[in-house]
């Protein structure tokens, strides 16, 4: 996928991965936010990696944006196989960065002007994200940033005007992790330390790669002018319990990969004492009728 020349040498081309997998509505919302971003046409591509749907998604894609470049799997790879996919296809482009999007997110038109300005203005910047808005409640602010507590493995979710953004004049702020759903990732990263862990699957794999960043020297930022809005969970609503193992699963698995020994003394016990009976009980909650 080559690109042209630009008409100014200094604008970084992007590839943005779209995972879909039986959410055409969604993705055809996505791609039409994406395809009215405020940056140079000729600078970024579309790229979607679908997971078998059978609901006509790529069909409808095909057919109303056919300039969109489309990777067809004959069966469901799984969400970080088809993310790594993306991320060799961008890699084998000569792309500087890769954005990575999950289907159920629209784009504000300015918001990748303001991730790439916030990459190019630090080379130490490796992953970069907006501020993620509620797609039921446009301004209301869902996600920005998380920090991570080894010790009993929560990831404790940061919101504007709160725990980030501490100083009033800051524009990017360096947090622990941020939400996968819409990440700009500068293409170096991914030279020097891989891609996403295949071992995961689905949760924990954005929370894992950026851990893995941070350890190599990058920072993984918010930029506070960016923003997107997120549907969320909505691929999965209908599998409560696989949801709730997965969850549970991947984070025993991210704390054994990336926390220290003594961290572990203390998360494990905690995990088998909190994590899965709150796990658990929820996911009989969410699945069962109320009254």
Request: with cysteine; glycine share 8%; net charge positive.
């Amino acid at each position: 996928m080559p690109f042209p020349s630009p008409r100014d040498s200094f604008v970084p081309a992007i590839l943005t991965v779209i995972i879909n997998w039986n959410g055409r509505d969604d993705l055809l919302k996505c791609v039409g936010s994406i395809k009215n971003l405020d940056y140079p046409q000729d600078r970024y591509k579309i790229l979607v990696v679908d997971n078998a749907s059978t609901d006509g998604s790529w069909e409808q894609l095909e057919r109303i944006h056919p300039d969109i470049l489309l990777i067809k799997n004959p069966k469901n790879a799984g969400y970080v196989r088809a993310v790594n996919q993306g991320i060799e296809f961008g890699l084998n482009s000569g792309v500087d960065y890769i954005w990575i999007f999950n289907n159920d997110v629209v784009v504000d038109k300015g918001t990748l002007r303001e991730l790439v300005k916030a990459g190019e203005g630090n080379d130490r910047i490796g992953v970069i994200a907006p501020v993620i808005y509620s797609s039921a409640h446009p301004q209301v602010i869902d996600h920005a940033g998380y920090k991570i507590n080894f010790w009993i493995g929560w990831m404790k979710k940061l919101k504007y005007g709160k725990e980030i953004f501490s100083r009033p004049s800051a524009k990017v702020e360096d947090v622990d992790s941020v939400l996968g759903c819409s990440n700009l990732v500068k293409t170096s990263v991914f030279k020097k330390i891989g891609t996403l862990m295949p071992i995961y699957g689905l949760y924990f794999e954005e929370t894992d790669f950026n851990t893995r960043a941070r350890q190599k020297g990058f920072r993984v930022v918010i930029v506070k002018e960016a923003k997107v809005w997120h549907k969320g969970a909505s691929t999965m609503d209908k599998f409560i319990f696989r949801r709730a193992y997965l969850l549970l699963r991947n984070l025993f698995l991210f704390e054994l990969l990336n926390a220290g020994f003594v961290h572990l003394l203390v998360f494990i016990p905690y995990y088998f004492l909190v994590h899965v009976p709150y796990f658990l009980i929820r996911g009989l909650w969410l699945h069962f009728p109320k009254r």
